[in-house]
């Protein structure tokens, strides 16, 4: 028990002094022992809401100027540049720019190697290439699955879900009259008082992005041990409105732009998000998007199929048919990450992703200065941190060794 931090649920109060509930002590026992390790996932995940533009940021062949919608090159004359810029035989994801000022992204595939392929969204020419490491890939890979196997990297992240869970049920207990204190601004006397003001006023606004937290990291648990739902990329046949020629088109970018403007007129306003062209199946080009009809889904569950030679509309995944299993299967990304908004969630989602990372932090604070009362001293940092480093017990070690564990393992699974 002592070995791994667990000593801490025993009530341990000084002769005189009221013992501590059980609720505080698990309050406190998941907040520690974990406190390391949950905030580096807090971290990871919160910088993976903006990781496609810590590419961006860095890459300067990602750079371009703002393009207005009727100067934008079509999909079909991106699809083009891409093909001739890579390997022959390559399969693509093609994703629009996420803001203005961005490229195409063009994810080409040959001989089990990655590249990015990116496409200025006026012109359609090839304005450079990247490598499939970088900060969104890693980002995503740490914070989902740690580099390991994904049920057991997963398993481990999902662990520190369970816990977030249990401070955050305890907390009802420890923080008495909690609905009285979300407009007590932090006004705390000494060092110890403040933090625990600031630490609880930010508890308080954060519950429900805490909660949300923890149920889509359930979810993810749950997903890979049995419960994950069928496919929503299920392909049906579509009947279009007005029959489409057997005419042959002279090459799948030509079939590409004919197709998406037959869902413009079957499906006004759908906003494609993803082209994917596969070698291996010609016949076919797969489209991904959002089209207004259902709330919180990912542009999956909108896919439409375009012949590559004719441009007609041969398959449809309607978000509207998803069963209740498959809806909540696609609402987890949009919530985890706050996507479903643009940037106005997305920001939201950082900044309550920093409140969650800090909260770990603060309440490791709140530990070391509680004991620095008890004990009549005042710890300067690096006493302080040594105190906290030894009060975690013997699961510090593995904490420490899963947040080393990323870096060594990135330069070859990535």
């Known amino acids: 028990m002592r070995r791994f931090g667990l000593s801490a649920l025993k009530p341990k109060t000084a002769p005189g002094k009221p013992a501590r509930s059980i609720w505080w002590r698990l309050h406190h026992w998941a907040g520690l022992q974990v406190s390391l390790f949950l905030a580096f996932v807090c971290l990871t995940g919160t910088l993976a809401v903006f990781s496609y533009e810590l590419d961006w940021a860095t890459r300067p062949a990602m750079w ?3 393009v207005h919608a009727q100067d934008r090159a079509s999909w079909g004359e991106v699809l083009e540049a891409a093909r001739e810029a890579a390997p022959e035989g390559s399969a693509f994801n093609i994703y629009r720019p996420l803001h203005p000022l961005s490229t195409y992204d063009a994810v080409g595939r040959a001989g089990g190697e990655n590249t990015h392929y990116y496409i200025h969204p006026g012109t359609a020419e090839l304005t450079g290439t990247g490598g499939w490491f970088g900060f969104q890939r890693f980002l995503r890979n740490t914070h989902r699955h740690l580099m390991l196997p994904v049920p057991i990297g997963v398993s481990i992240v999902s662990l520190a879900a369970i816990l977030l869970g249990v401070t955050l049920v305890t907390s009802f207990w420890v923080y008495k009259r909690w609905w009285r204190g979300f407009l007590r601004w932090p006004k705390g006397r000494t060092l110890r008082a403040l933090i625990g003001d600031i630490h609880r006023l930010a508890g308080l606004w954060s519950l429900w992005f805490v909660a949300l937290i923890c149920l889509t990291g ?10 994950d739902a069928p496919s929503a990329n299920t392909r049906p046949a579509l009947i279009e409105a ?11 970018a030509h079939a590409l732009d004919a197709g998406l403007k037959r869902l413009e007129q079957a499906q006004p306003g759908y906003q494609v998000s993803l082209v994917r062209w596969t070698p291996g199946q010609p016949d076919r080009l797969e489209v991904h998007g959002q089209n207004g009809r259902a709330l919180l889904v990912r542009p999956r569950a909108n896919a439409i199929w375009i012949d590559a030679s004719t441009g007609a509309l041969v398959g449809e995944a309607d978000a ?3 069963s209740a299993h498959q809806r909540i299967a696609e609402m987890a990304d949009p919530l985890h990450f706050g996507t479903f908004g643009g940037y106005w969630t997305k920001t939201l989602w950082f900044l309550f992703g920093a409140i969650l990372t800090g909260l770990s932090a603060t309440g490791a604070m709140i530990y070391v200065l509680r004991i620095a009362k008890t004990e009549r001293e005042e710890p300067g940092w690096i006493s302080g941190l040594a ?15 899963l947040i080393v564990l990323p870096f060594g393992l990135a330069p070859f699974v990535l």
């Open 64 to 66: 371009t100027a703002p």
């Open 218 to 227: 359930y979810w993810y648990l749950a997903e890979q041990w049995g419960l």
């Open 242 to 252: 007005t029959p489409v020629p057997a005419q042959t088109l002279p090459s799948p």
């Open 320 to 322: 509207r048919a998803l």
């Open 387 to 401: 105190r906290l480093w030894n009060k975690m017990g013997r699961a510090r070690w593995l904490a420490a060794a």
